[in-house]
């Protein structure tokens, strides 16, 4: 809970009575909160508030040890509200309840001190990193409050390891009631065999060991709720016998490798009446078999079990399942019904059954074999009999003969569901099965009771899925309760040209589906979610039609067959092909990205748009004007046919490389050109993403007369490994876009004289072959130049370049030198987006104070404009970088950076030069921030109007605080950064003390807020008061409410990092001087 103060005025007529003063009104409304009605509470009423306030710091699994620390952040947090709330909460031993080894040290040691005698939780988490801030070794943490360990009443351990705990864990600890350990990085046990708590377990009631050895003796565990053992040495009669001790057991689980006895002796049965969940998961399936067979469950709602591999050819499933399993078959029937249903998947090599809707209903289950076991089919349906509701799924690889056959005639089963990883073969398999009856002499078909059937797999032919629907709706008797109508959802991908080429899937044949007596809808769905595609849905729209058929939900969806008379159909060619042509995305490109991007979703709609009718279809693959595109990735008969439809048409020529090697069978570069080399003389453009040259330098060393786009990128070798290339052969008037990355190019004048765009990165070039080309160039739109460019022995002068259609420039240059020569010959009188970063290698020589005052003299009026437009920019310094870029303007138009790779203090009196008194700049000091002359000359600039303190230390943060509160010089009467509408602190471990001095001096030392020098508001992070660079200040409610008071300031508020838009935690209600709303 976080106090915010915000002091927009609500009450106009407070603003009138004191004389329009927008601040003076709420600075004694302010301090009377002091005198409301919770600062009035009796000292028990508000410790019982606060302890409501706080969450639960309880806990019984490793994973939820992390609670502990939000409780004390939450505490510390509450701590701050007032003077009175800090003496309180640390007089009140019961809210110190928790030692956490990510806490600082001298934050456990109050802890400590102020829980008196009260249990204590102890919580140790091995970080991530093991330098992590203030962190011990669990040896060291577990030392400091040894002296602690009578009043333990919890203990959790995530450890890596031993590391020196069997000594803390293997003495008696009075008080412990919950032992938690995870050897969190260990798959085996390492710990030698702890006799826990030296014995002395009788008051513990929650146990969780992973990874470890225990010595376990009859008796162990007496009282417990909750046991769970993961990878622990342990026989599988020891269990039992902790399970004959504990009758009050709510939760069990075992997870790992279990010994089984030499010899099994009979042992009496356990009824759990208490236990509400239990998971076994098990390598050996004789270890669930037997402990199944020694418990009895009447109050579980959670039951999960695993058989695990390692005795699949010795053990017997269907003993397992008709015996074992049999006491169990109720509680999991109510379940699916209670839960609205199941999920079954068999394939070769796992069975599971679950339950559907676990999280929502509180209730559930889950079985899992680790091998073939088609009897568990058989199994399941006879548990559910003819209870509706289960889900049956075929993944990858299933095997089906006998599963088919199991299945048949379950009556339980009302939704089949072919996912992405299969087979055509199967899935037409699966069909099949669903059209056949259940024998040679019944008219009932296989699953008589299927409601819908969900296919998300690719390559096999539609006419299979026709075929199915009219036998198994057409041959049997007509729909009843028993044989209800027939859903069938598609996803809407799944006919695509992966396996085979892709079959014909029309409107016509579409509409035989689903006009089918037996079928209720059919629907093309999206991949995540049930929606349908408005072109494919078959759901009747006229109310009407199903009334003039009796009310029947069927008969009337035949009436969708008549689409094929809809006006679309009968519209002529020419003006169908203008339609398509409008519905396709645009397949151009000048980068690899939009090329590789582009040319695969083109394709994808092309052939998407191909299966809406015959007509379509015969449209686009008679029309050559389609087929454009000839891309890698696609497989080789799909390029081919593109080439042949294509006729006489310009191409589009995309390599894509892929991540691994020999995926899919995808080319190699040199394949791929080879194949597509015959059509060069149609080639439009090319876009190659390559691994060193693999033999395409034959192929862009060569003429193509229609060629207007180069791309290369060669994205797996930063640094250029291909030969000298002559582009085109030197034929390349005709190009209108070049995008070369990692390549070299063979430079002569004049070999590009007509571009409209070009990119070079980690091209070998001199500076003054840019230079040649932007004199030969002057339509060019975009520019990027990125990498090391070598600058000439002598430079001689050349004319200015005006690029009066230049839109977009980006000069990243490694010597800054080179920057410089391209920008001192071009002017740029249309430049929206303007990008220029310098490198260091020439940081030494180079002269930043000519560069910003000369160079970039001719571009500041167009980043002024640009800061103007776009509502302001944002400025920061640090001993590494300077960068002044624009804010995101509304329409995301314009745009300018300028970054740096180096200290320059010039920077920030030439921003200030260049905006001169235009409002909006913002002022960030980050981490390393460089403040002595960079705080000078920031001082008088009239254009800063924020400033933002992020992730800086306390030095800092303290030091611009100082800064803020004094004057431009001696004697003057207005502060430095005389401007300034808001300061935003996300910074950690500074004192507030500093930021009310700051307040004081800066607004009441100078004269009332004016135009000049408008009201601060103030915003600061929550966890700006951290407690790890020092103990945390006391941030109490009357601090809060001077700063807040104080005539120059607006507002103080806490914003949250996702808050940045002034949200408040708890807002101040000016009229009744109280707090209202929060979180």
Wanted: glycine share 6%; hydrophobic share 40%; proline share 7%.
């Amino acid at each position: 809970m976080l106090w915010s103060f915000n002091s927009r005025p609500t009450n106009p007529v407070a603003r009138v009575n004191n004389g329009g003063n927008p601040v003076a009104p709420y600075r004694a409304a302010a301090i009377n909160q002091q005198k409301s009605l919770i600062s009035q509470l009796p000292t028990e009423t508000l410790t019982s508030i606060i302890h409501w306030a706080l969450p639960y710091a309880g806990f019984t699994s490793i994973d939820e040890a992390d609670t502990p620390r939000v409780y004390m952040r939450k505490l510390y947090i509450l701590r701050q509200v007032s003077k009175r709330w800090h003496g309180v909460i640390d007089g009140t031993p019961s809210f110190w309840t928790v030692l956490h080894s990510t806490l600082p040290p001298h934050v456990n040691n109050a802890t400590i001190v102020r829980s008196a005698s009260c249990p204590l939780a102890v919580v140790y988490k091995v970080p991530w990193d093991p330098d992590i801030h203030y962190h011990p070794s669990p040896e060291g943490f577990l030392r400091t409050i040894d002296h602690t360990r009578y009043r333990w009443s919890t203990v959790a351990l995530d450890i890596c390891g031993d590391e020196g705990m069997s000594e803390y864990l293997a003495t008696p600890a009075p008080l412990l009631r919950t032992v938690i350990t995870r050897s969190y990085w260990e798959d085996e046990v390492t710990m030698e065999p702890l006799e826990l708590l030296g014995g002395q377990t009788a008051n513990l009631r929650h146990v969780q060991v992973e990874a470890a050895s225990l010595q376990w003796r009859t008796g162990l565990f007496s009282e417990l709720r909750s046991l769970s053992l993961t990878k622990v040495d342990l026989i599988v009669s020891q269990v039992i016998d902790f399970l004959h001790t504990s009758p009050d057991l709510e939760e069990l689980c075992i997870n790992g490798n279990l010994e089984m006895p030499t010899s099994q002796t009979p042992a009496s049965m356990i009824t759990l009446s208490h236990l509400r969940s239990i998971q076994l998961a098990c390598d050996r399936s004789g270890v669930v078999d037997y402990i199944l067979q020694h418990i009895r469950l009447p109050s579980c709602l959670t039951f999960d079990v695993s058989l695990g591999d390692e005795d699949d050819y010795a053990f017997d499933y269907p003993r397992f399942m008709d015996e074992t399993m049999e006491p169990f078959c109720g509680m999991l029937r109510e379940i699916h019904i209670g839960n609205g249903g199941s999920k079954m998947s068999a394939e070769d090599h796992a069975f599971r059954w679950q339950s559907l809707n676990e999280a929502d209903r509180g209730r559930g289950f889950s079985i899992n074999i680790q091998a073939f076991c088609p009897m568990g089919i058989r199994w399941v349906g006879q548990t559910l009999q003819e209870e509706s509701g289960l889900e049956v799924e075929f993944p990858s690889f299933a095997a089906l003969g006998d599963v088919l056959t199991n299945l048949a005639p379950l009556r339980c089963v009302t939704r089949v569901r072919i996912p992405r990883q299969g087979y055509a073969q199967s899935t037409e398999e699966i069909l099949q099965f669903l059209r056949q009856p259940l024998s040679p002499s019944v008219s009932t078909p296989s699953l008589p009771c299927l409601r819908e059937l969900l296919i998300t797999w690719t390559g096999w032919d539609v006419q299979a899925l026709l075929d199915m629907v009219q036998q198994r709706c057409s041959a049997f008797s007509r729909p009843t309760l028993d044989q209800t109508p027939l859903i069938i959802k598609i996803e809407h991908e799944v006919v695509w040209f992966y396996s085979t080429p892709l079959p014909i899937l029309d409107l016509a044949t579409l509409s035989k589906i689903r006009g089918n007596e037996g079928v209720e809808c059919f629907q093309f769905t999206k991949r995540k979610g049930n929606s349908m595609l408005s072109s494919v849905n078959f759901r009747p729209a006229n109310p009407v039609a199903t009334a003039n058929n009796g009310g029947s939900l069927v008969p009337p969806h035949r009436a969708t067959i008549n689409q094929q008379e809809s006006p679309i159909f009968q519209l002529p060619t020419e003006t169908l092909t203008s339609i398509i042509h409008w519905a396709l995305p645009y397949a151009g490109f000048t980068s690899i990205n939009e090329a590789i991007d582009s040319s695969w979703e083109y394709m994808r709609k092309l052939y998407i748009l191909r299966r809406v009718s015959k007509r379509w279809y015969d449209v686009i693959d008679g029309t050559p004007s389609f087929w454009t595109v000839l891309l890698s990735t696609l497989p080789s008969h799909v390029n081919g046919a593109t080439v042949v439809r294509s006729a006489s048409r310009p191409l589009a020529i995309v390599f894509e490389h892929p991540e691994e090697p020999n995926i899919d069978d995808h080319p190699s570069p040199e394949e791929f050109l080879g194949t597509v080399g015959p059509t060069r003389s149609r080639w439009s453009a090319v876009a190659l993403d390559t691994f060193d040259d693999e033999g395409i330098s034959e192929y862009l060393a060569t003429s193509a007369p229609l060629l207007h786009t180069v791309v290369i990128r060669n994205e797996w070798n930063y640094w250029v490994t291909m030969e000298p290339l002559e582009l085109l052969g030197g034929q390349a008037a005709n190009l209108r876009h070049v995008d070369v990355s990692c390549a070299l190019l063979q430079w002569r004048t004049g070999l590009f004289s007509e571009l409209k765009s070009l990119s070079l990165t980690q091209v070998d070039l001199m500076v003054g072959q840019v230079i040649d080309f932007l004199h030969a160039s002057p339509d060019l739109e975009e520019l990027c130049i990125d990498g090391y460019f070598e600058m000439p022995i002598s430079q001689t002068s050349a004319s200015i370049i005006t690029l009066s259609h230049l839109k977009s420039i980006r000069l990243e240059c490694d010597i800054s030198a080179a920057a410089v020569s391209i920008l001192q010959q071009i002017r740029l009188p249309s430049c929206l987006m303007f990008d220029v970063s310098l490198g260091d290698e020439d940081e030494d020589d180079f002269d930043y104070s000519r560069f910003m005052d000369e160079t970039m003299d001719p571009f500041c009026g167009m980043l002024r404009e640009t800061h103007i437009e776009n509502g302001g920019s944002k400025m920061s310094v640090d001993h590494r970088v300077f960068r002044w870029i624009s804010l995101t303007g509304p329409d995301r138009r314009r745009f300018f950076s300028i970054f740096i790779q180096a200290f320059c203090l010039v920077g920030v009196h030439w921003v200030g030069q260049t905006l001169r008194e235009e409002s909006g700049l913002q002022v960030e000091f980050p981490y390393n921030a460089v403040l002595g002359d960079v705080l000078r000359d920031l001082a008088p600039l009239r254009c800063v109007t924020r400033v933002l303190v992020t992730q800086s230390d306390a030095r800092i943060t303290h030091e611009i605080l100082r800064f803020l509160r004094q004057p431009l010089g001696p004697g003057a009467s207005a502060p430095s950064l005389p401007c300034l509408r808001e300061l935003l602190i996300t910074s950690t471990g500074w004192d507030v003390q500093a930021l009310l001095d700051m307040v004081q001096q800066r607004c009441t030392a100078f004269p009332a807020p004016t135009l000049d020098q408008p009201p601060l508001a103030i915003k600061i992070e929550p966890g700006t008061f951290s407690w790890y660079y020092g103990p945390r200040p006391i941030i109490e409610l009357a601090t809060l409410v001077k700063i807040r008071g104080t005539e120059g300031v607006e507002c103080f508020q806490f914003v949250g990092k996702r808050d940045a838009d002034g949200t408040l935690a708890i807002t101040w209600n000016e009229e009744t001087s109280e707090p209202t709303g929060g979180y």
